[in-house]
């Protein structure tokens, strides 16, 4: 017979769901396949709670399921492309300034340039605030490889603002197996 996770437990796991949400939104670009990786992510973590231990980072173990399950569900589509008419950043609401309207639109656009491990790297530490540690627990690699990632990732990024969206094609591909 299964056991339920305590209550608590279960608490915690819906008060991070928020930042959950946030972390798929950003990684994948598509609202719905969002919800879908959070719904996911959120059995999987109830379902195996036994498999948590606890004093650990509760956020950080959910991030790594959303990874993983992101990561396999990336690996069965093997491959996609984001074009300009369907690119996810397409259906956006913009700020009522046009300006800051059209700068989130490109550091988005340029985000959706960035590899896999690059963007997901990127919104770890620079939008969920993640230590280099947390991050690596989450990603499954070294420390050093998240700050190498990190760099390049930022300095990608600079470039692909720097030359306009005219200059960025982009193609989504799978994470590869190496870390």
Avoid at 87 to 92: D, F, K, S, T
Avoid at 122 to 127: A, N, P, R, S, T
């Amino acid at each position: 017979m299964l056991r339920r996770p305590p209550q608590d437990f279960e608490s915690e796991v819906v008060s991070w769901l928020p930042q959950v949400r946030r972390y798929a939104r950003a990684l994948t670009g598509d609202a719905a396949w969002a919800d879908d990786l959070v719904q996911d992510t959120a059995e999987r973590a109830l379902s195996r709670w036994s498999a948590f231990r606890p004093h650990s980072n509760l956020r950080a173990w959910l991030f790594t399921i959303l990874r993983n399950l992101y990561v396999d569900q990336l690996r069965g589509r093997r491959e996609f492309a984001v074009d300009d008419e369907s690119a996810p950043w397409r259906n956006l609401e913009a700020p009522r300034s046009e300006v800051d309207g059209l700068v989130l639109r490109d550091v988005e656009r340029a985000l959706y340039c960035l590899t896999v491990e690059q963007r997901e790297v990127l919104l770890l530490v620079g939008v969920e605030e993640l230590s280099y540690s947390e991050a690596a627990a989450v990603l499954g690699v070294p420390a050093g490889t998240v700050m190498s990632r990190l760099s390049r990732a930022r300095e990608h990024l600079r470039m692909l603002l720097a030359a306009g969206p005219a200059a960025r094609p982009c193609t989504l591909t799978v994470v590869s197996n190496s870390r």
